[in-house]
């Protein structure tokens, strides 16, 4: 039980970290389409492009006035993205799951649950995986 807890705290901040990861590089992209609409050709300091926004990947996509593309979001952002809507289908799921397990544990044992019981019960699980202490 001890295991599942770490395990969902350590993905929650993973998920945490990548959203905000994934939130600034688009606020980013975002700001700089937003002040201007003309973006910088890549090697050509005096020459500009039209800037949009581009769903997948997320971010500003930089083309010529001919429609040929200089630069686009790198595709991090994709695997990102993905992880994000992955992890918000599984960490809720895993957390409801773990959460109502050990409701019914202590149900079974007191009648009733508080932290107190969770931290008990914990404890409990951690002493069966590592056997009798001396």
């Given at each position: 039980?001890k295991?599942a807890?770490?395990?969902?705290a350590?993905g929650?901040?993973?998920?945490?970290?990548?959203a905000a990861i994934?939130?600034?590089a688009?606020?980013h992209?975002?700001?700089n389409l937003?002040?201007a609409?003309?973006?910088?050709?890549p090697?050509?300091?005096?020459?500009y492009?039209?800037?949009?926004w581009?769903?997948?990947?997320?971010?500003e996509?930089c083309?010529?006035?001919?429609?040929h593309v200089?630069s686009?979001?790198?595709?991090?952002?994709?695997?990102i993205?993905?992880?994000l809507?992955v992890?918000?289908?599984v960490?809720?799921?895993?957390?409801a799951?773990l959460g109502r397990?050990?409701r019914?544990r202590a149900?079974?044992?007191?009648?009733?649950m508080?932290l107190e019981?969770?931290?008990?019960?914990?404890d409990?699980d951690?002493?069966?995986?590592?056997g009798?202490?001396?």
């Open positions: 039980m295991a807890i770490a395990a969902l350590v929650w901040l993973v998920w945490v970290g990548g994934l939130g600034v688009a606020a992209d975002s700001a937003n002040s609409t003309a973006c910088p050709i090697n050509h300091p005096k020459h492009g039209i800037a949009s581009q769903w997948w990947p997320p971010g996509v083309a010529g006035p001919k429609g200089f686009r979001p790198q595709s991090w952002r994709s695997k993205a993905i992880g809507g992890g918000l289908v960490l809720p799921t895993g957390t799951i397990r050990m019914n149900e079974t044992r007191s009648g009733s508080d019981d969770i931290v008990h019960l914990v409990e951690a002493g069966r995986a590592t009798p202490q001396s």
